[in-house]
């Protein structure tokens, strides 16, 4: 699935700024409670080509960077604010805090220096994506898409060989169709189909020409003990923060 923006954590190490101090800010994160205050500095920084404003937080009272938010400023008629001058007031030099929206969150469950998971968000901070490292090995096996907030699909390498090879769709937040690449050739060659009972039927295509040639319905499947493909899930502590 690509390394993608989870190696860019590397160019954060900058960001991650040590305890205590006179922060600019003074935006504290209330999820520490130690002597090491979880206090950071704004710092504009560019990402994929656009500048952001970053918060790094230390979530567990370590004294490192474990959380990045980055915001961009828009303003009042909601157009987008582009430049790092746009984000500074021009009277005083400081960071300005109004009309920011959250437009992505980084985390380091693992505490390794590397961003584990990325969490995207809309124009009106409605979560639309979000991409998992869940073997540590910075490389994404799991990816989620959203929308107006709402799980809609979910793709999956299961084999950790860095190629996609399951893909879920919902509706309702329930699955109602699962796609494999059973044989890892990059081609889809399985569909499993849901109704209110579960597994409804499974379409198969046997002579990679990306057609169904045989299905199995609902007293096939039970007979035969076929099962839907499963692979990696979120890693626990990766939801919002």
Same mark, same amino acid.
């Given at each position: 699935?690509?390394?993608?923006?989870?190696?860019?954590?590397?160019?954060?190490?900058?960001?991650?700024?040590?305890?205590?101090?006179?922060?600019?800010?003074?935006?504290?994160?209330?999820?520490?409670?130690?002597?090491?205050?979880?206090?950071?500095?704004?710092?504009?920084?560019?990402?994929?080509?656009?500048?952001?404003?970053?918060?790094?937080?230390?979530?567990?009272?370590?004294?490192?960077?474990?959380?990045?938010?980055?915001?961009?400023?828009?303003?009042?008629?909601?157009?987008?604010?582009?430049?790092?001058?746009?984000?500074?007031?021009?009277?005083?030099?400081?960071?300005?805090?109004?009309?920011?929206?959250?437009?992505?969150?980084?985390?380091?469950?693992?505490?390794?220096?590397?961003?584990?998971?990325?969490?995207?968000?809309?124009?009106?901070?409605?979560?639309?994506?979000?991409?998992?490292?869940?073997?540590?090995?910075?490389?994404?096996?799991?990816?989620?898409?959203?929308?107006?907030?709402?799980?809609?699909?979910?793709?999956?390498?299961?084999?950790?060989?860095?190629?996609?090879?399951?893909?879920?769709? /919902?509706?309702?937040?329930?699955?109602? #169709? $699962?796609?494999? +690449? %059973?044989? &890892? !050739? @990059?081609?889809? *060659?399985? =569909?499993?189909? /849901?109704?209110?009972?579960?597994?409804? #039927? $499974?379409?198969? +295509? %046997?002579? &990679? !020409? @990306?057609?169904? *040639?045989? =299905?199995?319905?609902?007293?096939?499947?039970?007979?035969?003990?076929?099962?839907?493909?499963?692979?990696?899930?979120?890693?626990?502590?990766?939801?919002?923060?």
């Amino acid at each position: 699935m690509g390394r993608s923006s989870l190696i860019v954590a590397a160019a954060l190490a900058g960001v991650s700024a040590g305890c205590g101090g006179n922060q600019e800010t003074g935006e504290a994160d209330a999820a520490s409670t130690s002597a090491c205050q979880a206090l950071r500095n704004a710092v504009v920084l560019p990402v994929d080509g656009f500048d952001y404003l970053v918060y790094p937080r230390d979530t567990n009272g370590d004294c490192a960077t474990d959380l990045w938010r980055l915001y961009d400023v828009v303003d009042d008629d909601g157009n987008v604010l582009i430049g790092a001058a746009a984000y500074r007031d021009p009277a005083n030099s400081r960071i300005v805090h109004s009309n920011r929206r959250i437009r992505q969150q980084w985390l380091d469950l693992n505490l390794d220096g590397y961003v584990d998971v990325v969490r995207y968000y809309d124009a009106l901070e409605r979560l639309e994506r979000v991409e998992y490292d869940t073997n540590y090995d910075q490389n994404i096996d799991l990816s989620e898409t959203y929308a107006e907030g709402r799980l809609v699909s979910r793709s999956v390498d299961t084999q950790g060989d860095d190629t996609t090879d399951v893909f879920r769709y /919902y509706r309702d937040q329930e699955v109602f #169709r $699962i796609e494999v +690449d %059973t044989d &890892g !050739d @990059g081609v889809k *060659d399985a =569909w499993h189909f /849901y109704d209110s009972d579960g597994l409804a #039927r $499974i379409g198969r +295509d %046997t002579d &990679g !020409d @990306g057609d169904i *040639d045989t =299905w199995e319905r609902r007293s096939m499947v039970r007979t035969s003990g076929s099962a839907s493909p499963d692979g990696p899930t979120a890693p626990e502590g990766s939801g919002d923060e």
